[in-house]
C-alpha cells in the first residue's frame, strides 16, 4: 500500500502564493503518478495537476501557467507550488497516486487553501 501525508495548506490573499507538499511512503515502487485534485463545496472533485514518472504534466486549464508540480524522488515527495492564487482557488486539495497493477488509488487526507482578502 502507499500512504499520502499532505501539508502546506492555509489562508492566502489574492496574488500570493503557497506550496503544498505531499510525502509518499509504502511501496513507493507501485508508483505510476502523483497528483492533486481539488474540491470546492457544492462541487466534484476535479484534477489540478499531475506528474508521471517518466516526467509527464497534465494541468487543469484553470491553473496552467500559474502552478507548477514538481517531485523530490529522493524524499518520495511530491509539490505543488501555487503563483498568482485567485479566490476560485479556494478549495480542499487532496493528494493523489495512481498505483501500478490495478491496485487502487491513494488519497491523501485534504489540506484546505483559502484565497481570500
Known amino acids: 500500500q502507499v500512504q499520502l501525508v499532505e501539508s502546506g495548506g492555509g489562508l492566502v490573499q489574492p496574488g500570493g502564493s503557497l506550496i503544498l507538499s505531499c510525502a509518499a511512503s509504502g511501496k513507493i515502487g507501485t508508483i505510476y503518478a502523483m497528483g492533486w485534485y481539488r474540491q470546492a463545496p457544492g462541487q466534484e472533485r476535479e484534477l489540478v495537476a499531475q506528474?508521471?514518472?517518466?516526467?509527464?504534466?497534465n494541468y487543469a486549464s484553470a491553473v496552467r501557467g500559474r502552478f507548477t508540480i514538481s517531485r523530490d524522488n529522493d524524499k518520495n515527495t511530491a509539490f505543488l507550488r501555487m503563483n498568482n492564487l485567485k479566490p476560485e482557488d479556494t478549495a480542499v486539495y487532496y493528494c493523489h497516486a495512481v498505483i501500478m497493477d490495478n491496485v487502487p488509488s491513494a488519497w491523501g487526507q485534504g489540506t484546505q487553501v483559502t484565497v481570500s482578502s
Open positions: 506528474l508521471t514518472r517518466d516526467g509527464t504534466t
